[in-house]
C-alpha cells in the first residue's frame, strides 16, 4: 500500500486519547511506542504491551503500565507520581478499532518525520525537539484536563510536525506548501471538533517543538552556539515540567 493512502486510512486516528473508566471490559490493551534513533532515521516500535481491562487510573481493575504510567494529575499532585509526564507519552489505547489506528498513525507519522528531521539536524537535536515535546505536551493537556487520565505520543507527533515546519523555513522552503502544513491544519480541526482528544497536549506539543526548533535550529546551528540550543530546550523542558506540577492539582481551565 502506498504512503499516501496509508496516511489517508490512519489520518483520523491522531489523536492523543483521553481515556477514562469504561463500563463493558472492552478496552483490549495498552501499548508503550517509541522512536529509536538510527544514523539516518527515527523508527517507532512496540515496546510492550500489557492489559488496560477496566477502570482508569487510580481505579481499581486498570491494567498496570496504565494505572502507573498514564498522565493523570491528581495521582501526579498527590501522590508525587512524576514520572507520569513522561510515560503518559508511550503509552497508546489498543483497543479496537481507533486505538490500532491511533497506534498505527503514531508510528507512522514518527517514522515519516524522523526520516526527514533527524539527517536534516541530527541524532541529538532530533531526540532533545521529541523529549522536549512530549513535556510540552503533558503541560497542555493538565492545564486544560489535569482530571482526565491521559496516554499517547500525539504531543510529541505535534512537536516534530512544528519543528519540521521551523526546520523547512530554515533550509529555505516554503512548509505551507508542503504536506506538513496540511498535517497540521486538519488535525487540529480534528483536535477541536472530535471528542475524546487532548487539544491541551497538541496544543502543547505544537507549540513547544516549534520553540524548540527555534532554539536548536535558528540559534544552535550558529558557530558555537550549538550548547545554546539545547539549554533552551533544557530551560523549556523544565519549565513544562514546572507547569505541571503547578497545574496537576487544578481543575483544568476546562472545569
Given at each position: 500500500?502506498?504512503?499516501?493512502?496509508?496516511?489517508?486510512?490512519?489520518?483520523?486516528?491522531?489523536?492523543?486519547?483521553?481515556?477514562?473508566?469504561?463500563?463493558?471490559?472492552?478496552?483490549?490493551?495498552?501499548?508503550v511506542v517509541g522512536p529509536v534513533t538510527g544514523g539516518k532515521?527515527?523508527?517507532?516500535?512496540?515496546?510492550?504491551?500489557?492489559?488496560?481491562?477496566?477502570?482508569?487510573?487510580?481505579?481499581?481493575?486498570?491494567?498496570?503500565?496504565?494505572?502507573?504510567?498514564?498522565?493523570?494529575?491528581?495521582?501526579?499532585?498527590?501522590?508525587?507520581?512524576?514520572?507520569?509526564?513522561?510515560?503518559?507519552?508511550?503509552?497508546?489505547?489498543?483497543?479496537?478499532?481507533?486505538?490500532?489506528?491511533?497506534?498505527?498513525?503514531?508510528?507512522?507519522?514518527?517514522?515519516?518525520?524522523?526520516?526527514?528531521?533527524?539527517?536534516?539536524?541530527?541524532?541529538?537535536?532530533?531526540?532533545?525537539?521529541?523529549?522536549?515535546?512530549?513535556?510540552?505536551?503533558?503541560?497542555?493537556?493538565?492545564?486544560?484536563?489535569?482530571?482526565?487520565?491521559?496516554?499517547?505520543?500525539?504531543?510529541?507527533?505535534?512537536?516534530?510536525?512544528?519543528?519540521?515546519?521551523?526546520?523547512?523555513?530554515?533550509?529555505?522552503?516554503?512548509?505551507?506548501?508542503?504536506?506538513?502544513?496540511?498535517?497540521?491544519?486538519?488535525?487540529?480541526?480534528?483536535?477541536?471538533?472530535?471528542g475524546g482528544i487532548s487539544i491541551g497536549g497538541h496544543i502543547g506539543?505544537?507549540?513547544?517543538?516549534?520553540?524548540?526548533?527555534?532554539?536548536?535550529?535558528?540559534?544552535?546551528?550558529?558557530?558555537?552556539?550549538?550548547?545554546?540550543?539545547?539549554?533552551?530546550?533544557?530551560?523549556?523542558?523544565?519549565?513544562?515540567?514546572?507547569?505541571?506540577?503547578?497545574?496537576?492539582?487544578?481543575?483544568?481551565?476546562?472545569?
Amino acid at each position: 500500500m502506498e504512503h499516501r493512502q496509508l496516511a489517508e486510512q490512519l489520518l483520523l486516528a491522531l489523536g492523543e486519547l483521553v481515556v477514562g473508566p469504561v463500563h463493558d471490559g472492552s478496552q483490549g490493551l495498552v501499548a508503550v511506542v517509541g522512536p529509536v534513533t538510527g544514523g539516518k532515521e527515527a523508527e517507532p516500535v512496540l515496546q510492550a504491551c500489557g492489559e488496560l481491562g477496566n477502570g482508569g487510573a487510580g481505579q481499581p481493575g486498570g491494567g498496570w503500565l496504565y494505572e502507573h504510567g498514564a498522565l493523570f494529575g491528581p495521582l501526579i499532585d498527590n501522590q508525587s507520581e512524576y514520572w507520569r509526564l513522561v510515560t503518559g507519552g508511550f503509552l497508546h489505547d489498543y483497543h479496537l478499532p481507533f486505538g490500532i489506528l491511533h497506534i498505527g498513525f503514531n508510528m507512522y507519522i514518527l517514522y515519516y518525520l524522523g526520516t526527514l528531521l533527524e539527517p536534516a539536524i541530527g541524532r541529538f537535536r532530533f531526540l532533545a525537539l521529541y523529549m522536549t515535546s512530549l513535556l510540552c505536551g503533558s503541560f497542555g493537556a493538565l492545564l486544560i484536563t489535569p482530571d482526565s487520565p491521559t496516554v499517547g505520543a500525539s504531543g510529541a507527533v505535534f512537536g516534530l510536525m512544528g519543528g519540521a515546519v521551523i526546520v523547512m523555513r530554515a533550509r529555505g522552503m516554503d512548509p505551507w506548501r508542503s504536506p506538513i502544513a496540511g498535517l497540521i491544519v486538519i488535525n487540529l480541526l480534528f483536535s477541536f471538533t472530535w471528542g475524546g482528544i487532548s487539544i491541551g497536549g497538541h496544543i502543547g506539543g505544537l507549540i513547544g517543538g516549534a520553540v524548540a526548533a527555534l532554539a536548536l535550529i535558528e540559534v544552535g546551528e550558529r558557530p558555537g552556539l550549538a550548547t545554546v540550543g539545547y539549554v533552551f530546550c533544557a530551560l523549556l523542558a523544565f519549565a513544562a515540567v514546572a507547569g505541571s506540577l503547578a497545574v496537576a492539582g487544578g481543575s483544568g481551565l476546562s472545569g
